[in-house]
């Protein structure tokens, strides 16, 4: 288990991190092995903070099973009674439902790992999704249309997988965003390829998108990094951040081919001159936003979920305007995942409960919400289907994967 690795995680998440000792959690059985387990690899405040209601502890304590946890089996029901007694879920901000003209239909289906943690959904022309089950170290695929579920067991051990992306030849592109290298697997042949980092510090690639000459751009966040892979030589070249501890995160492709990415680290935005690498930030009104996810619109106008704030961000790099539109649930809501169809913008509040689905239309600058019926466990990434008629979402942290279908 590289647990350096899950340091960087918990550092970069845990804000104020003071470790909780373990004489302070709370007595009774199974304390002993939620202070020696669980805190080998991130710190306590990863669960005493938040916590889980009973129905998602269970999840979680098979998710950490899945990355290495050593809990003896015949303990496993003594220690989930225990965090689900200790750490109950901090009340969440309630999904504020907004009607409106648009009808859609939700679908989901369990995965078949228990704890899988279903990161980043992918919509394939073929009409089938694809997951990236990351603690379960597998790719999964659903066929909505019959519900069969196959799952694929990535090569490499605990790599982690993460964003998603299919190539013209209908091969699925990955991120191993724990093992650090870029993944290829060809569902014809079920073999993996691995594209290895020339740089042992660009350890976390994250979100990969091909352009249209067949380069696949991908951002890593940790490492600070921007990459572009050519996978006819597998020649790998990084750039990194002008700014330390900047996070690239989200990444879109403008009508010109040109890479935007937001960095979420920061309040900025990004782009990459395709040909001189050359690095352009773009400050954002506020100092206390951090753009998580990124979308763009026809018109190459970038739209940015707002994770920190709780606002959906419209940011035109052409005029160096920017707009805020605080999202329907208010403040504390997190929001994530978001993707643009035919220009209109949808996003996840993954902080409400249950997570909110966002639609706004630019045009009329309106929203309308939805809750998603199975809690959607924090969606941490959504697109839209090849045909356009919905969306693919990742329900992380119910171990689903949904077909919102739009009327
Ligand atoms: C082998 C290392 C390891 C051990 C041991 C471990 N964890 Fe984790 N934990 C992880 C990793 C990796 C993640 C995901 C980090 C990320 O992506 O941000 C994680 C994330 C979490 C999260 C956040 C889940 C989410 O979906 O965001 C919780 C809660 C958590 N761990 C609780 C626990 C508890 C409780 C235990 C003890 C039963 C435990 N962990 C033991 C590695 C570990």
């Known amino acids: ?147 069969k579920i196959d799952e694929f067991t990535i090569k490499t051990p605990t790599s982690g997988p993460h964003g998603l992306v299919d190539d013209k030849d209908g091969n699925i592109w990955f991120g191993a965003n724990w093992a650090g290298y870029v993944g290829k697997f060809d569902p014809k042949t079920g073999s993996f390829t691995e594209f290895k980092m020339p740089d042992p510090k660009a350890r976390d690639p994250h979100t990969p998108l091909f352009d249209k000459n067949g380069i696949l751009w991908f951002t890593l966040q940790t490492a600070n990094m921007l990459g572009r892979l050519d996978p006819r030589t597998g020649d790998v070249k990084l750039v990194t951040m002008p700014v330390p501890k900047s996070q690239p995160y989200g990444l879109v492709l403008n009508s010109k081919g040109v890479p935007f990415f937001d960095l979420f680290g920061s309040n900025r935005l990004a782009s990459v001159d395709p040909t001189t690498f050359e690095i352009h930030e773009y400050a954002l009104p506020n100092p206390d936003t951090r753009p998580r996810r990124l979308a763009i619109t026809s018109d190459d106008v970038l739209w940015y979920t707002d994770y920190s704030r709780g606002f959906l961000g419209r940011y035109d790099p052409k005029t160096g305007q920017a707009k805020e539109y605080a999202s329907p649930s208010g403040k504390r809501t997190f929001p994530y995942g978001i993707t643009a169809l035919d220009d209109v913008l949808w996003y996840v509040e993954g902080g409400s409960k249950p997570n909110l689905l966002v639609r706004f239309d630019p045009k009329t600058e309106k929203f309308q919400s939805w809750a998603i019926p199975t809690g959607g466990g924090v969606v941490r990434n959504m697109m839209a289907t090849r045909d356009g008629k919905g969306l693919v979402i990742a329900e992380s942290g119910v171990n689903r994967i949904g077909l919102v279908e739009i009327q």
């Open 1 to 147: 288990m590289k647990r350096h690795r899950f340091w960087l995680f918990t550092t970069m998440l845990v804000a104020v991190a003071a470790p909780l000792a373990a004489q302070e959690l709370p007595e009774g059985p199974g304390k002993d092995l939620v202070s020696t387990v669980c805190t080998s690899c991130h710190e306590a405040r990863r669960f005493t903070n938040n916590g889980y209601s009973p129905e998602d502890w269970p999840n979680v304590v098979a998710m950490m099973q899945n990355v290495g946890a050593p809990i003896p089996p015949e303990r496993v029901a003594e220690l989930t009674a225990y965090l689900i007694k200790n750490f109950p879920e901090r009340p969440k901000p309630a999904a504020v439902v907004i009607p409106g003209p648009v009808k859609v239909t939700f679908k989901s289906w369990p995965v078949p790992t228990p704890g899988s943690r279903p990161h980043d959904p992918l919509a394939t022309p073929d009409g089938l999704i694809w997951y990236s089950g990351q603690a379960a170290n597998k790719l999964g695929r659903v066929d909505p249309k019959s519900g």
